[in-house]
């Protein structure tokens, strides 16, 4: 028996049986939408009174558990901060970037159409985040793959151009760091660290959070500098060799 059959064998029970686990867990979750969670429902009651926050969801993660997500933030910073120290080459490249694939000049002005269009989503999402769903991690996403277009619709050296590390890298530090500013700030004011330095706004603007606008602007950008990150180094190692190797 070759080990391909010895894994097969292995992991036919052992994915059976974690399907089954899995089959019972959901059998007994609650039909949708009818949900129970207490802590939910005080949030959704208490979010607007409390902090003049429409958006309960970012009211959690910026402000009743503002704290948490300060972690998960330098979670995320970390992570990619390993991945470039495991991808990044050091030295300059000397093959140079791949010729360009995209040749249909209508691919690439709906490209950039499309770009302009993400990043305009992504901003939307990020400065309404407030108010209406949205928010700095979901704002920062979009943002990153808005550039990830520039790559699929134009060239590498286009995308390139535009995603240099001399200008990723201090906007994530920024990011990041801006978080625990506003924290120290609160400090500094004689308040409990994350706390709201200006008070809650009007409802239903986009200064309705006070300094939580800070901190969902701060997380924007990390995120989205950090995705954008991610995306060249995995080009960069994985996708631009076999370009070349389909050019020589």
Known sequence: MTRRQIRGTIAIPVLGALGAFLYWGLSGLPPFGNYHGFYGHMVSILSLPQRHVTNAVTATVFDYRGFDTMGEEFILFAAVTGVVLLLRKSG??????????????????????????????????????LVT????????????????????????LAFA??????????????????????????????LPFLANLLG????????????????????????????????????EQYIVPIARGRKS
């Open 200 to 235: 809650p706004g009007k409802p239903g603007t986009l200064v309705s959070g006070g300094s939580l606008g800070f901190i969902n602007w701060a997380v924007a950008l990390e995120v989205a500098a950090a995705n954008t990150i991610l995306y060249k180094e995995f080009l």
């Open 161 to 190: 151009r535009r995603t240099s590390e001399s200008a990723l890298d201090p906007l994530e530090a920024v990011g990041a760091a801006g978080y625990v500013v506003v924290g120290l700030a609160a400090l500094i004011a004689g």
């Open 133 to 156: 769903p949205g928010g700095g991690f979901q704002g920062g996403v979009a943002i990153a793959s808005g550039f990830v277009l520039l790559y699929l619709t134009g060239s590498y």
């Open 92 to 129: 300059e490249d000397e093959e140079g970037p791949p010729e360009d694939t995209v040749t249909s000049d209508a691919l690439r002005l709906f490209g950039l159409l499309a770009l302009a269009g993400g990043v305009l989503v992504g901003l939307w999402l990020a400065a309404y985040g």
